[in-house]
């Protein structure tokens, strides 16, 4: 499965509240479909991947995929 997570996280110099969804599909296929949704009106994407892994590195483009 996926995984979500909201975090509301207060910037140190404006003071300012920024809230964060965080969705972790761990790269999985079947997620993909997903994405258009994922990103509707994101402001910034994390993208992650496994540095001892070069084929989870090459993955990313196609993550971006909407």
């Given at each position: 499965?996926f ?11 404006s ?6 969804n965080?969705w972790?599909?761990?790269g999985?296929?079947r ?5 258009k949704?994922?990103f509707q ?5 994390i ?6 892994n070069?084929?989870?590195?090459e993955?990313?483009p ?5």
């Amino acid at each position: 499965g996926f995984d979500s997570k909201t975090k509301i996280c207060t910037l140190p110099k404006s003071k300012k509240k920024v809230k964060m969804n965080l969705w972790d599909t761990a790269g999985q296929e079947r997620y993909m479909s997903l994405n258009k949704f994922f990103f509707q009106r994101v402001q910034g994407i994390i993208l992650m991947y496994d540095i001892t892994n070069r084929e989870s590195y090459e993955k990313l483009p196609k993550l971006l995929y909407i």
